[in-house]
């Protein structure tokens, strides 16, 4: 195991919690688009870093878990993190390609299950990977 992935998947879960935060942050503000608004702009970067972030996060853990014990356990949790992973960017994927994002559209993203899953995922692996 090379200590640059257990980093890069760090890296990675720092972005997505990030963005969730400001997520929540612009929810708040009720606007009814992000065009013109400063935190539109804020909001578009917010959701290119969170998309970054998700694309490759599954190999980046089993890059970082190779070497891991219990492996079994490891194993079936990268595939637990691919499955939620790929339902919340495909949430997050399609919402940064509207043209106009309201907060209460964000609200309804931030209030989507898969993620809410992804999230719990980052945190336990977060966890499990300073151990």
Same mark, same amino acid.
């Given at each position: 195991m090379t200590t640059l992935a257990? /980093? =890069?998947v760090r !890296?990675? @879960? /720092? !972005? @997505? =919690? =990030?963005?969730y935060e400001f997520f929540l942050a612009y929810a708040a503000q009720g606007l009814t688009t992000d065009q013109g608004a400063k935190a539109g702009g804020q909001l578009r970067d917010f959701l290119k870093r969170v998309i970054i972030a998700l694309d490759g996060l599954p190999a980046q853990l089993e890059a970082a878990t190779a070497d891991m014990e219990p492996k079994d356990a490891w194993h079936d949790m990268v595939g637990v993190l691919r499955a939620d992973a790929g339902a919340a960017l495909a949430a997050v994927r399609l919402v940064a390609a509207r043209p106009g994002i309201s907060s209460q559209l964000v609200d309804n993203l931030n209030a989507n299950i898969h993620l809410r899953a992804l999230l719990t995922d980052l945190f336990l692996i977060d966890d499990l990977l300073d151990r």
């Open positions: 257990p /980093d =890069e !890296a990675r @879960i /720092d !972005a @997505i =919690e =990030e963005g």
